[in-house]
């Protein structure tokens, strides 16, 4: 929670990887108003724009980059949108965005493939009530300038216009129409296309519904961690995959659907969200966030303790010479599973138990067995979170 004596806090957004909060924070002495950010789950905020003209509504671009918003510019008379970059903010004359002459251009809100901004048109400095404006972000300032209205009888001043999040459909509140004289605002929404969005099937071994937002995967660290994503459109258009939010030498080659990541030192028990998306020409979208928390790898002998039926044990140790002990995560009523895979991918092995319990081989194959000696590859999955590893079986 912020709080801070004197200031006002308005129009909350939260970054799409789900890290952050940006808002706009209202002197309530001055009447300034900037925009902010602070992490979501608290610490010190961080300051976004700074200049003498006020600013109000910012809104992240999908891949967390770049916010953007709206600013009187008195020396102008009218209302203009600016954009800012969240890794060195810093806004000038140069960071303006859209600016239509002699007129306002407000409320800015990105679409999920990030090509289109949305944003309400109408009379310099609120002087009446505004249309629907759809603007590409690939044009150059020099030329945004001829972009046209949508929807020109549907008016309000308070229009706040949206893409869904599909990039299907334009949401926006206004007066209807076909009332005459209407004076209280509706919700109305259009299709943006016609096109039907595409959907995630898997993110790597996670088969994903139509409904699924997040997935959970468990990298180890020194360990390469690396998955294809792949998703599917009812139409058959051609989809362009992406990841955002890439972070400690974090790679996603798009020709091939791969995220790459060897999770460096420090990064233990620490969670990163990735946002995987994909969109086609349409417009269409789908996004789901991946969140990888790192697991520590190959302990010796001075291992963190764990539990072993009341018993103190060490998880490891790695190499060994015949038994190697997994911690796993609790989730109630959830099962976990340890398999193991000799280099050539043939599983040798595999080890069950209670989610929370810790798991145990005791080098031994499928029959009862003792495996040869050598290098073997571990996949502990409990309830979607997964580690990967390696251990090293002594003769």
């Known amino acids: 929670m912020y709080y801070e004596p004197g200031q006002a806090v308005e129009d909350q957004t939260v970054s799409p990887d789900g890290d952050s909060v940006a808002f706009t924070r209202l002197n309530l002495s001055s009447g300034d108003a900037e925009q902010y950010t602070i992490p979501i789950t608290g610490g010190p905020i961080r300051q976004i724009t700074d200049a003498a003209d006020n600013s109000g509504r910012a809104r992240w671009s999908p891949d967390g980059r770049i916010l953007l918003f709206h600013r009187r510019v008195s020396a102008e008379g009218r209302i203009e949108l600016f954009k800012v970059s969240t890794q060195n903010p810093q806004v000038d004359v140069g960071a303006k965005f859209f600016a239509p002459p002699s007129q306002d251009a407000a409320l800015p809100a990105y679409a999920p493939d990030s090509q289109v901004v949305v944003c309400a048109l109408g009379p310099a400095d609120f002087a009446g009530p505004r249309s629907t404006a759809l603007v590409e972000t690939t044009a150059p300032l ?112 798009r020709s091939t659907r791969t995220f790459s990541w060897t999770p460096p030192s420090g990064t233990v028990d620490k969670t990163f969200n990735v946002v995987f998306i994909v969109t086609t020409q349409s417009g269409g979208t789908d996004v789901i966030i991946d969140k990888l928390t790192v697991g520590p790898c190959c302990l010796g002998p001075q291992a963190r303790a764990v539990q072993t039926g009341g018993a103190e044990a060490v998880e490891g140790p790695n190499p060994t010479a015949g038994r190697f002990v997994l911690a796993t995560p609790p989730f109630p009523g959830a099962r976990a599973e340890l398999d193991l895979f000799d280099v050539s991918g043939r599983r040798v092995a595999r080890v069950l138990g209670p989610s929370g319990s810790p798991l145990v081989w005791d080098g031994r194959g499928s029959e009862g067995e003792r495996v040869p000696s050598g290098v073997y590859l571990y996949r502990l999955r409990v309830a979607g979170h997964e580690r990967r590893g390696r251990v090293v079986l002594l003769p």
Do not use: C, K, W
Not at 169 to 195: D, E, G, I, K, T
Not at 231 to 241: C, H, M, R
């Open 142 to 253: 020099s030329t945004i300038q001829a972009i046209t209205s949508n929807y020109p009888t549907y008016l309000h001043v308070g229009l706040s216009p949206i893409v869904s999040p599909d990039g299907t459909r334009l949401a926006l509140m206004a007066l209807n129409p076909s009332v005459p004289n209407a004076s209280s605002p509706q919700v109305f929404a259009s299709r943006r296309n016609m096109s039907e969005p595409p959907r995630f099937t898997n993110i790597g071994s996670h088969a994903v519904a139509d409904s699924s937002t997040t997935v959970s995967d468990a990298p180890t660290v020194g360990q390469n961690f690396s998955f294809t994503v792949t998703a599917t459109d009812q139409e058959g258009d051609v989809l362009s995959y992406d990841a955002y939010f890439l972070r400690e030498g974090m790679t996603f080659t």
